[in-house]
């Protein structure tokens, strides 16, 4: 279990920024479900809950997701469901169990770029962009590629997706239901473009170009050889080729899905 020594229940970004500047040792606490696994010591835990960042909105455009909405809200969220094929929810809907979902957050799934998130698989196929405090909005990839040291350490306040009538899937594969993903899978498809995502490789997730490209030519084949060809590794929920074969079906599946709902399988 972590420790923190002080407490601060920020009252704006600001003060919750420069507390974070402040000292090496201060943290952002999320939902603090991933927090509470570690043993870390902070001096100062610095809580975003009173910053009524937790709204979901559909605005000029955009869907908007503040950084301390939970997993839950997300899974719950009726217009979520009718969303890019609902795949929001259906990405996080096995996370852990319902308490766990509850109080773990976006932000707190975003920032920590996670090889394992689901979340992340998703979010990878759709439009998606970072909010940060101080550096600014960014594409999802250029977040990605920030640096993660202690200096480079910044503020989640929201993501937003465009909403561009995007369908989209997901699935995973878990060698027990509550389990992390042992490879996960995400595909949407934007009029003639696809998008494909793997995630849980066990690095994170990749887009996958020439699996993309395969899809808006039809050949679902060609897809899984351009999923086969991705670098995998293997550790205790699986073998890098026992990801490989299932990435290869988890994509097909997907893309199936949507394919199906349009009609046309
Ligand atoms: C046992 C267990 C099983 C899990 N299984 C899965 C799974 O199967 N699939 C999956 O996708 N995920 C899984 N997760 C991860 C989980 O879904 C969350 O991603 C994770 O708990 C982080 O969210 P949180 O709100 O709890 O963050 P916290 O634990 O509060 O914080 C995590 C890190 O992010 C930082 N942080 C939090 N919020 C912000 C912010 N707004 N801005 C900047 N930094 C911030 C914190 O300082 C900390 O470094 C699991 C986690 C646990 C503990």
């Keep these: 279990m972590y420790t923190i020594k002080t407490y601060l229940m920020a009252q704006t ?12 040792s201060n943290v952002i606490l999320g939902g603090c479900g991933w927090l509470k ?5 902070f001096w100062t835990g610095i809580d975003l809950s009173g ?18 909405v939970t997993l839950r809200q997300l899974e719950t969220d009726p217009a979520l ?24 957050t976006v932000g707190g799934s975003v920032w920590m770029r996670a090889g394992f998130s ?30 993660r040291n202690r200096e480079a350490r910044d503020i989640l306040t ?22 992390f ?27 996958v170009p020439e699996a993309e490209a395969a899809l808006a030519a039809g050949d679902l084949q060609a897809a899984s050889r351009a999923v086969e060809a991705l670098g995998y590794a293997g550790n205790l929920r699986g073998s890098a080729d026992y990801r490989r074969k299932v990435a290869q079906v988890l994509v097909r599946r997907a893309a199936e899905e949507i394919l199906h709902r349009e009609g046309k399988q």
């Design 51 to 68: 910053l009524g960042l937790d709204w979901i909105e559909q605005r000029d455009g955009w869907l908007e997701i503040g950084a301390m």
């Design 118 to 147: 689901d979340l992340l698989t998703a979010l990878s196929v759709l439009d998606t962009e970072v909010e940060l405090y101080h550096a600014g909005r960014m594409p999802l990839e250029a977040f990605f590629a920030l640096p």
């Design 158 to 179: 929201g993501i937003r997706i465009r909403l561009d009538g995007r369908d989209a899937a997901c699935c995973s594969m878990r060698n027990t239901a509550t389990d």
């Design 181 to 207: 993903p042992a490879v996960g899978a995400a595909v949407s498809r934007c009029g003639p473009g696809w998008s494909v995502a793997v995630g849980a490789r066990p690095m994170r997730a990749v887009r």
């Design 37 to 41: 696994m570690t043993r870390k010591r």
């Design 81 to 104: 469901r009718g969303l890019f094929g609902g795949i929001l929810p259906r990405s996080v809907e096995r996370i852990v169990g319902v308490q766990f979902r509850s109080c773990a």
């Design 13 to 24: 970004l600001e003060e919750a920024y420069s507390a974070l500047q402040k000292n090496k």
